[in-house]
């Protein structure tokens, strides 16, 4: 299971960071990723990280500007927002995976959290 946790309202400009916690022994096994769901628009990725920690990817809409990071004892992981846009307004889910391939690709996800809504406001 998968807690997301951290969004709010924030002025363009401004970081957020968003949480997300897991229960259950499986976590540092997985492939973490972000996504997002900017409203009337498809689910899109925003990055990923590998089980140990080495490899991270992201989208290119957020490079530079946003950080995965994760803390396999604390079952976390984590997504430093920075430079925020409006047009990074979404719901922003995190998941967890067990392959470490194609990982911008939702359908290679198996677990999901809930969800945690940013607004970036001007």
């Known amino acids: 299971q998968l807690q997301a946790s951290g969004g709010g309202l924030v002025q363009a400009g401004g970081s957020l960071r968003l949480s997300c916690a897991a229960s259950?022994?499986?976590?540092?096994?997985?492939?973490m990723g972000w996504f997002r769901q900017p409203p009337g628009k498809e689910r899109e990725f925003v990055a990923a990280i590998i089980k140990s920690g080495d490899g991270t990817y992201y989208a290119n809409s957020v490079k530079g500007r946003f950080t995965i990071s994760r803390d396999n004892a604390k079952n976390t992981t984590y997504l430093q927002m920075s430079s925020l846009k409006l047009e990074d307004t979404a719901v922003y889910y995190c998941?967890?995976?067990?392959?470490?391939?194609?990982?911008?690709?939702?359908?290679?996800?198996?677990?999901w959290g809930q969800g945690t809504q940013v607004t970036v406001s001007s």
């Open positions: 998941a967890g995976s067990s392959v470490v391939r194609l990982i911008e690709r939702p359908h290679r996800y198996d677990y």
């Open positions: 259950g022994r499986t976590f540092s096994s997985l492939t």
